[in-house]
């Protein structure tokens, strides 16, 4: 089952074929590791703790856990451009053609 995961979180190129040398590479595949209870693999570096009240749910629903590190700065507005370079180092995208 490891070889069938690995297959699958680096591009799934069996589904997905492109010509070699350009295929298998991790960065060819969207995963969304942590997007339970809307809480998303990017939201890992971007926020300290969970924003939701705009849900209806007052800001209850979904884990307090996330485990996250905003890079010293929480959330999207006014992020100076060190604090995203070190956001995008995080998350392992610096040369994926859709980082930020």
Not at 66 to 92: A, H, I, Q, T
């Amino acid at each position: 089952m490891i070889a069938k995961l690995m297959g699958r979180l680096y591009g799934s190129d069996d589904l997905f074929p492109d010509r070699m040398p350009n295929s298998c590479h991790p960065f060819q595949s969207i995963n969304f590791i942590t997007i339970h209870d809307g809480f998303s693999l990017y939201d890992l570096v971007a926020y300290n703790t969970k924003h939701n009240k705009a849900n209806g749910h007052d800001n209850t629903y979904g884990s307090d856990s996330n485990f996250s590190w905003n890079c010293g700065v929480e959330g999207d507005d006014n992020v100076p451009e060190n604090v995203m370079k070190l956001r995008k180092s995080k998350l392992k995208f610096c040369n994926h053609p859709f980082a930020f």
